[in-house]
Every structure is written in structure tokens, then in C-alpha cells.
């Protein structure tokens, strides 16, 4: 079986972007691989946090998991500091790593420029090392994550051909190993729709749990007022009729995406449905259609929050698999890179 996994930060609310980008389609894909779906905890805190609920704010991201559907039955549900092995491979990997490979990155260029040099700490360079560390350890195959991560699993996979070019194949045989690749190389598995879900203010920009404004997204857990409240004030155009793929129309788009996504339509059966339609008739629609798809995950949240001690078991297995996994990758990482063993 061919082997998935995936990550979602901890940082304030999970919104629709991360549902849709990411979440909901793991749903699907446990049916038929092997996954395992991390909370990434050490990830938050690359940018400043609030110490006080970083714990919390884990928890509930694991109950958004579960609520949403993923199925301890079928997939590992973990948080990643739990398996101490990802920050260890993190730093095995950094020696391979090229600091020019970590300037490039536009997350990076991004905040550091926003920030300044002096206010952001090194963890915001070296993030995409640790990202490249939560993958590699489990040799998965393929990576479901939205738009905005493809640059980092493009480094994930160069760096694992790097290091099995420096360490892996006849080196690694001599020293005692098996020989050959030690990392899989992983693909993205980018959705067709869904892949970037744009803020409700700005449709040029994606809908990120770092804006300040919390009307530029829909968070999974908002209430029935504030998603309206949110849909009727969001931005808009003054074009005849709503269409896909407009240009002109990031916001046209960006909708019906959602409601294409939330309805569970198709992108024709949408474009047809609302091409004479104005934002006066579309907008009580889309509410609708994502009050609806949300009902039901907002409710198995609430029943999985009120019994902790059953997500601690959740968490407590899926760590306990993982580490399985994680550790037989680490020991010949270690091996193959010439380490004393104990
Ligand atoms: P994070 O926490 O920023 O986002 C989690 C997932 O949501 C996707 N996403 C979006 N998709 C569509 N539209 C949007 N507006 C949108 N915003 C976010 C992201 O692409 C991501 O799939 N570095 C990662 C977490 C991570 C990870 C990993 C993922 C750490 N290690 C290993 C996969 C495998 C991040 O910060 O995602």
C-alpha cells in the first residue's frame, strides 16, 4: 500500500482553506492508502506564539481531524512532537541542506522581509527542513497539501535525492546497510479544485489564519451568524451573471469554488446553475450550502472535545504507530551516515 501523510499547524482556527485544501481530501484517500495525519505543534512555533494555548489549540486541531472524518481505524492521528524522531532527522538533514535552497523559499522571503532579520528567529529558515524531516521519516508517497506548500515539498524531494546521492547506494552497503535509496521521493497531490481558497476580502490573496482581519476567512468552527455575516459583507463585483476562471473576477471564482466544493457539484453543474444569477441570489445560496456542510463536522467536534480522554488515546496510538515507522527510517539514516550505533 502506498503510504500518505499530511500536517496542519496548529495556530488560531482551521478554516475552510485547510479544509478544503487539505483536510477533506485526506478524507477520501485513507480508504485507500496508508496514512497518518500529524499535528504539526513544533511547526507553530516557528513565528511568535501564545505559550498559553498551544497545547489547547493541538488538541482541537486533532478533534477538527477526526470531526471532519478521518478515521482512527483506518489512519494514525499523532502530534509531531510526540515522535521525537522528526526533530532529530530535522537536524541530520539540515547538514544536507543548502542555506541558498532555504533563501529561496517564498514563505521565507516573505515573512523575513516582513518581520526584519533581527525579529524573526532562524526556525523560520529552517522550517522547510523540519517539514522535509515529517515526510521523509515515514517514506511516504505522496503529499495532499494546497497550492501554498508545493515549493516546500519541491525542497522535500531534492533533498531526499540528495542525501540518498550522498550517503545511500554502494556507501551505505559498505558500512553495514541494506544498499540503495534511503528516502522515497515524494509527490505533492494537489486537488483540482480547492488547491487555493482565496480570502473574502481580497480575492488576489489566499485566505491564511495569519490575516489580521478573521472576516477574510470562514473558520470550520464558526457559528451560523458569523458565516452569514461573513458572506453577505464579503467582496464582490459588479459584473452581469457569476462565472469561473474570470481573470478579472478572482472573488466570482473564488465563491463558486466554495460552493461548487461545499454542495458537492460539479464545476459544470455550478456554472450553469449560477450563470444568470446575481450576488443577491447567490449569496443566501452559498451561506446555505456551507452552513450545511459544516453542521455535521461542528457537531462530532463538540462530542469528541467533551471526552478528553479519549483523544489522548487517539493520540497516544497514532503516535505509538508512527514511531515504528519513524525510528526505522532514523536508525538507517544513522547508519548510513557513519554513526557509532549504541
Ligand atoms: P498550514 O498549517 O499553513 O496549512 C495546512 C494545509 O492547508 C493548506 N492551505 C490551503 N489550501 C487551500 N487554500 C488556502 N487558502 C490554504 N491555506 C492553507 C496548506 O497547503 C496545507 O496543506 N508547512 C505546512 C504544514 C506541514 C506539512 C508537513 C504538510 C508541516 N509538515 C508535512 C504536509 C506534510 C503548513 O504550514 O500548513
Known amino acids: 500500500k502506498k503510504r500518505i501523510v499530511s500536517g496542519v499547524q496548529p495556530t488560531g482556527s482551521i478554516h475552510l482553506g485547510n479544509y478544503l485544501g487539505a483536510i477533506k481530501n485526506w478524507i477520501s484517500l485513507q480508504n485507500i492508502y496508508e496514512t497518518l495525519f500529524f499535528i504539526v505543534d513544533l511547526h507553530a512555533i516557528t513565528l511568535q506564539y501564545d505559550v498559553q494555548k498551544l497545547s489547547k489549540a493541538t488538541r482541537d486541531t486533532a478533534a477538527i ?10 489512519a494514525s492521528v499523532f502530534v509531531q512532537s510526540h515522535v521525537r524522531a522528526h526533530v532529530e532527522l530535522m537536524w541530520l538533514l539540515s547538514s544536507a541542506t543548502p542555506i541558498g535552497w532555504l533563501n529561496k523559499m517564498i514563505q521565507f ?3 523575513s522581509r516582513k518581520e526584519g532579520d533581527e525579529n524573526v528567529g532562524v526556525a523560520l529558515l529552517t522550517y522547510p527542513v523540519l517539514m522535509a524531516s515529517d515526510i521523509l521519516l515515514y517514506q511516504s508517497d505522496l503529499v495532499p497539501v494546497g497550492e501554498d506548500q508545493i515549493q ?3 525542497l522535500t524531494r531534492d533533498l531526499a535525492k540528495r542525501v540518498n546521492h550522498l550517503y545511500g547506494g554502494r556507501k551505505w552497503k559498505k558500512l553495514g546497510g541494506r544498499g540503495g535509496q534511503i528516502f522515497k521521493v515524494p509527490e505533492p497531490l494537489i486537488p483540482p479544485a480547492g488547491a487555493r481558497v482565496m480570502s473574502l476580502t481580497d480575492g488576489r490573496s489566499k485566505m491564511s489564519k495569519s490575516a489580521p482581519s478573521d472576516d477574510s476567512r470562514i473558520n470550520l468552527l464558526d457559528p451560523k451568524d458569523l458565516i452569514a455575516k461573513k458572506i453577505k459583507t464579503c467582496t464582490t463585483d459588479s459584473f452581469l451573471g457569476l462565472e469561473f476562471d474570470n481573470p478579472e473576477r478572482p472573488e466570482c471564482n473564488n465563491l463558486l469554488s466554495v460552493y461548487q466544493l461545499v454542495s458537492g457539484k460539479t464545476k459544470e453543474e455550478v456554472a450553469i446553475e449560477c450563470r444568470d444569477m446575481n450576488w443577491g441570489t447567490f449569496k443566501p445560496l452559498l451561506t446555505d450550502a456551507v452552513i450545511a456542510h459544516l453542521h455535521p463536522i461542528q457537531v462530532q467536534y463538540g462530542e469528541i472535545v467533551s471526552d478528553p480522554s479519549y483523544l489522548d488515546k487517539v493520540l497516544a496510538d497514532g503516535a505509538a504507530n508512527a514511531e515504528v515507522i519513524a525510528e526505522a527510517t532514523l536508525s538507517n539514516v544513522y ?3 557513519g554513526f557509532l550505533r549504541r
Not at 481531524?65 to 483506518?74: E, M, N, P, R
Request: aromatic share 6%.
Open 65 to 74: 481531524y477526526l470531526a471532519c472524518g478521518v478515521d482512527i481505524s483506518k
Open 109 to 111: 522571503k516573505e515573512k
Open 152 to 154: 516546500h515539498l519541491e
Open 335 to 337: 547508519q548510513a551516515m
